[in-house]
C-alpha cells in the first residue's frame, strides 16, 4: 500500500521512466532494448539517466542502443558516458557510439573520435567517427580528417583495400565540407585533382570546396568540368555555382 501511494505521487513521465527502468532488469535481451528505446523517445535528462545502465549490458546491441538512449544528458557528462565505449570489443558497439556523439555534436569528444577515425581497424567504425565529426563541425578535426584525405594514415599501420579505404576518404572529404575550414582547401583540391583517386572520392572533394567557398580551387574545378566522369563533372560544375563564377 504504502509503495502504491509512492508511486501515485509520481507525474506520468516520472511513472514512464520508472516502468521502463523496471524493464531493464528483464533477461530478455530484446525488452531491454525496448526500454531503451522508450526512454531515449521521451527526450529527457532523467530519462537518459536511468538508460546509463544499459552501457554495461552484456548484451551488445543493449550497448549500442544505450549509446543514443542517454543524449537527452548534458555534453559533458554524454563525452564521459560514451567515450569509453569507443574502445568496446565489437564493431557495432564502436559503429553506433561513434554516431551517437556525431548525432550529441559533441564536442569533448573530438579527440577521441579523431583518434577512432585513425586507429581504429575497421573501416566501418573509422567512416562513422568521420561522419561524427563532420556533424560535431569543429576545426578541431580538421587534421584527422585530412590526414585521411590525403591518404597518409592508414590503421593500426596496416595497408586496406582500396574500395575500404575509399569508403573511409569520401567521408572525411564529406566532412571537410561540412565544418567549412579554409584550412582543407589545399587538401581538398589534391584530392580532387588526383586522378588515381575514386571518382567517388573526386567528388566528394568537388562539393566540399562548394560548401567552403574559397576561390582557389576555382582553376581546379573547372578543369574537373572536362572529366570524363559525368557525375563528377556535375559535382564540379554545382561547385563552381555555389562560388558564382562562370563556368566558361
Known amino acids: 500500500m504504502h509503495l502504491t501511494q509512492g508511486n501515485n505521487r509520481l507525474t506520468p513521465i516520472q511513472r514512464e521512466i520508472e516502468r521502463q527502468r523496471q524493464r531493464l532488469a528483464s533477461t530478455e535481451v530484446e525488452e531491454r532494448r525496448d526500454a531503451l528505446t522508450r526512454l531515449a523517445n521521451l527526450r529527457r535528462p532523467e530519462a ?19 549509446a543514443h538512449a542517454v543524449l537527452s544528458l548534458p555534453e559533458a557528462e554524454v563525452a564521459v558516458l560514451l567515450i569509453p565505449l569507443l574502445q568496446d570489443k565489437l564493431e557495432f558497439v564502436r559503429r553506433e557510439t561513434a554516431y551517437a ?12 573520435l579523431s583518434n577512432l577515425l585513425l586507429a581504429d581497424k575497421e573501416n566501418g567504425v573509422r567512416a562513422a567517427a568521420a561522419v ?53 582547401v589545399p587538401v581538398l583540391i589534391a584530392a580532387l585533382e588526383k586522378e588515381t583517386n575514386s571518382s567517388d572520392v573526386r567528388r566528394e572533394a568537388a562539393t ?41
Open 208 to 248: 566540399a570546396l562548394g560548401l567552403i567557398g574559397d576561390i582557389s580551387a576555382v582553376p581546379s574545378l573547372r578543369a574537373t568540368l572536362l572529366a570524363d566522369d559525368p557525375y563528377l563533372s556535375e559535382a564540379a560544375r554545382d561547385a563552381l555555382r555555389r562560388l558564382k563564377t562562370p563556368k566558361n
Open 132 to 184: 561524427a565529426l563532420g556533424q560535431i563541425g569543429d576545426e578541431g578535426a580538421v587534421s584527422a580528417l585530412s590526414q585521411i584525405v590525403t591518404g597518409n594514415s592508414l590503421a593500426k599501420g596496416k595497408k586496406k583495400r582500396t574500395s575500404e579505404n575509399e569508403f573511409v576518404m569520401r567521408a572525411a572529404a564529406h566532412s571537410l565540407g561540412q565544418i567549412r575550414s579554409r584550412s582543407s
Open 48 to 66: 537518459s539517466r536511468a538508460a546509463t545502465v544499459g552501457l554495461k549490458d552484456l548484451a551488445p546491441i543493449v550497448r549500442a542502443t544505450a
Open 101 to 112: 556523439l556525431g548525432e550529441n555534436r559533441n564536442r569533448p569528444s573530438i579527440e577521441a
